[in-house]
């Protein structure tokens, strides 16, 4: 079965500083990367995914950026945070057969 | 294009009794569709799923879900519920577009079970 690392559990950042989140795979190679981001009462929204190394996809415009530098890493960031980036970032994997997505454990952002 | 409605945010219910939470969805292509639990603080569990075959479909903790084409539902349901269910609840569907896996959410629906 595969594991999905993320850190930091949790984060307080000052509005205008920078953000590197960071998510880690074990157990599976080669999968489709997701970072979601779950803010109060909007569900989850997709804000990137990925389908191999340096090959990365937006959902949804905004002041974040995600990169892939090793098959099983995937890394969100901001060079300045808002406030409205506050929320629970989590990172998933998309399986081919079953289609059942993995979750992290998410990180806790709050931006102040 | 595809989206998941759950037509309720909050679902409050009496230890024991029966629940069902509702999912709705539309597609212009086919799709797989999941439910799933998250506890707070944590993840995103899978509790079941419905690729093909059999429409009623059961899962874990005693859950089961039932996909109806005409309706383009798949609604979630649990006889007798149990103070642990207390939990959000999501809704999803996924298709495949070239290699990738298009995944959509519903907003959640909390559910709360009340001794």
């Known amino acids: 079965s595969q594991t999905i690392h993320q850190w930091p559990a949790t984060l307080v950042q000052p509005v205008g500083s920078p953000l590197s989140l960071e998510c880690t795979v074990e157990?599976?190679?080669?999968?489709?990367l997701y970072w979601y981001r779950q803010a109060a009462g909007r569900g989850l929204q997709l804000l990137f995914y990925s389908v191999g190394i340096g090959q990365i996809s937006s959902e949804v415009p905004q002041n974040l950026s995600a990169s892939r530098p090793q098959d099983r890493q995937f890394i969100l960031s901001s060079k300045k945070l808002l406030l409205s980036d506050s929320g629970f970032y989590l990172c998933?994997?998309?399986?081919?057969?079953?289609?059942?997505?993995?979750f992290g454990p998410g990180t806790r952002l709050t931006v102040t | 294009a595809q989206s998941v409605t759950q037509l309720d945010s909050q679902v409050p219910v009496f230890e024991e009794a029966p629940v069902e939470l509702r999912c709705n969805y539309s597609?212009?292509?086919?799709?797989?569709l999941f439910w799933y639990v998250q506890y707070p603080n944590q993840g995103l569990q899978l509790l079941l799923k419905?690729?093909?075959?059999?429409?009623l479909v059961k899962g874990i903790n005693g859950f089961e879900a039932e996909f109806n084409k005409s309706q383009t539902s798949f609604h979630l349901r649990k006889p007798s519920v149990h103070i642990s269910d207390t939990a959000e609840y999501f809704c999803?569907?996924?298709?495949?577009?070239?290699?990738?896996?298009?995944?959509?959410f519903g907003i959640g629906t909390k559910l709360q079970v009340i001794p």
């Open positions: 157990g599976t190679s080669n999968p489709n």
């Open positions: 999803a569907v996924t298709s495949r577009s070239g290699g990738y896996q298009k995944v959509t």
């Open positions: 998933a994997t998309g399986q081919p057969i079953s289609y059942e997505q993995y």
């Open positions: 597609s212009s292509v086919s799709v797989y």
């Open positions: 419905y690729l093909s075959g059999s429409t």
